[in-house]
């Protein structure tokens, strides 16, 4: 009798190793670089020198006169640091909506008596105002109603007098509220997203994020002479 052969058993198959694919989805908030035209890398390099200048030709009235030397200097300060944004920094993506606008208001709608080449400059040039222009003018203007009552409560509580010398206070606080806001809210609007990882430091070292890192420093060691005063 012939005896039915078993088929043969499969191999068992080789333990799958799974290698660590890397991961090709970009950051969800990647840091910001500034601008690469020649215009931005230049002018990233002089704003600095321009904003020690300033304080160095104002450092003598800032000693004789504190209020006066900072309220004078508040002005140019906001304009420097407006045309630095509007230079150097690629503007937050959140009105995208109101560039969209622009577009479609001169595309359509027109009576034909205008160029296409002109009205296509006028277009580019209403574009080039809503998405630098005005973001620039809010990140001056929100840091200043927004942070200079909140780092003036900061200053009081690390060692600036609260019965004295509150408008020198509140005005230090408006130049700092300039200096370290301006740049983010240009970049990053209102992103809550953003905004929970810069309260919580843990958004990386960057181009805006960085600068404002910087002021904070730069008050925290300045304040290091204050003891010795007292």
């Not at 052969?5 to 799974?18: F, G, R, Y």
């Not at 969209?100 to 296409?116: D, F, M, Q």
């Given at each position: 009798m012939v005896q039915?052969?078993?088929?043969?058993?499969?191999?068992?198959?080789?333990?799958?190793?799974?290698?660590?694919?890397p991961s090709s989805q970009p950051q969800p908030h990647p840091p910001t670089s500034i601008l690469s035209s020649p215009l931005a890398q230049t002018y990233a390099h002089i704003h600095p020198?321009?904003?020690?200048?300033?304080?160095?030709?104002?450092?003598?009235?800032?000693?004789?006169?504190?209020?006066?030397?900072?309220?004078g200097s508040l002005a140019p300060l906001a304009l420097m640091q407006a045309v630095f944004v509007i230079v150097c920094l690629p503007a937050t993506t959140g009105g995208g909506s109101g560039d969209?606008?622009?577009?479609?208001?001169?595309?359509?709608?027109?009576?034909?008596?205008?160029?296409?080449g002109v009205s296509g400059?006028?277009?580019?040039?209403?574009?080039?105002?809503?998405?630098?222009?005005?973001?620039?003018?809010?990140?001056?203007?929100?840091?200043?109603?927004?942070?200079?009552?909140?780092?003036?409560?900061?200053l009081i509580l690390f060692g600036a007098p609260f019965t004295t010398d509150l408008p020198a206070t509140t005005l230090c606080a408006a130049h700092m509220s300039i200096l370290a806001g301006t740049s983010l809210i240009y970049v990053h609007g209102t992103d809550g997203a953003v905004w929970r990882e810069i309260w919580g430091i843990s958004r990386a070292i960057d181009a805006v994020w960085g600068a404002t890192v910087g002021v904070g420093l730069g008050a925290w060691f300045g304040a290091v002479p204050i003891p010795l005063d007292w």
């Open positions: 039915p052969t078993s088929s043969p058993k499969p191999a068992p198959a080789p333990p799958s190793q799974h290698s660590p694919v020198l321009l904003l020690l200048s300033l304080f160095a030709l104002r450092f003598r009235a800032l000693v004789d006169d504190p209020v006066s030397a900072l309220l969209s606008g622009l577009g479609k208001g001169r595309s359509g709608g027109g009576s034909g008596s205008a160029a296409p400059k006028i277009g580019v040039r209403k574009r080039i105002g809503g998405a630098k222009v005005i973001p620039a003018l809010l990140s001056v203007t929100l840091p200043l109603i927004l942070g200079t009552p909140l780092l003036s409560i900061c």
